[in-house]
């Protein structure tokens, strides 16, 4: 089994900055993607970041020049730095991890991080 499990969410004023993290374990032979996608009240889930093992990035329209991806391939972890947030970057962010078992490939959900933009 595999758990990825995010932390970093919270409340934050308008043009503030948040950093998220992400951790995946369990039985991994190797990680060929993780990203962030996030979902606000009433609204679909969307795409924040995404970054490959050979740390290629994509990013959501909204959100760039604002935010960076990153990871560690070493440890599994891959991290959001959010800048210039705004109210409409509130939502539940969830990581995402593209997990290689030896017979098959597979994607992992984390339970989600809160994260409030708000005078």
């Known amino acids: 089994q595999v758990q990825v499990v995010e932390s970093g969410g919270g409340l934050v004023q308008p043009g503030g900055s948040l950093r998220l993290s992400c951790a995946a374990s369990g039985r991994i032979i190797s990680i060929y993607a993780m990203g962030w996608y996030r979902q606000a009240p009433g609204k679909q889930r969307e795409l924040v970041a995404t970054?490959?093992?050979?740390?290629?990035?994509n990013y959501g329209d909204s959100v760039k020049g604002r935010f960076t991806i990153s990871r560690d391939n070493a440890k599994n972890l891959v991290y959001l730095q959010m800048n210039s947030l705004k109210p409409e970057d509130t939502a539940v962010y969830y990581c995402?991890?593209?997990?290689?078992?030896?017979?098959?490939?597979?994607?992992?959900w984390g339970q989600g991080t809160q994260v409030t933009v708000s005078s």
């Open positions: 970054i490959s093992s050979g740390g290629s990035t």
């Open positions: 995402n991890a593209g997990v290689v078992h030896l017979l098959e490939t597979r994607e992992y």
